[in-house]
């Protein structure tokens, strides 16, 4: 009659095979966790938070808006403005560079010129340049 020690031995079921095998999943998984933090940070390392803090209609030909950003330090940034008809249309629209400077965040008012009467003005979006 065979054992069940013969029968792993005949099977390649020992302890030794099933300790590399974890190891190797072992490693595997860490190389894994650390690809995706490292594409996690990578990501988000240049990224610009923006507030919207507010608008102002000057007349039917600008609109002023007002607003904030956070971005990381010794970097240039670029924000493009819009102003928006009732109906959402695009009146106006300006990019604005703003140089690099010792404060992570800054805050702004801008004028923004436009083709028609303005109800809203807001940022559409900054990023480092």
Not at 10 to 21: I, K, L
Not at 45 to 50: K, L, P, T, Y
Not at 65 to 83: H, I, W
Request: glycine share 8%; hydrophobic share 40%; aromatic share 10%.
């Amino acid at each position: 009659m065979t054992t069940k020690a013969e029968l792993d031995e005949r099977y390649g079921r020992t302890r030794r095979g099933r300790r590399a095998g974890w190891i190797t999943i072992g490693a595997f998984a860490a190389l894994a966790v650390g690809w995706l933090t490292w594409t996690t940070v990578a990501s988000t390392i240049d990224d610009v938070g923006v507030d919207d803090l507010g608008f102002e209609v000057v007349d039917e030909r600008a609109v002023e808006v007002s607003f904030q950003f956070t971005a990381p330090l010794g970097r240039d940034v670029v924000c493009v403005l819009e102003a928006l008809d009732e109906d959402f249309g695009v009146v106006g629209w300006k990019v604005f560079e703003y140089p690099a400077t010792e404060s992570h965040a800054q805050q702004h008012r801008e004028t923004v010129p436009t083709v028609a009467e303005a109800t809203t003005g807001l940022v559409n979006s900054c990023r480092v340049s």
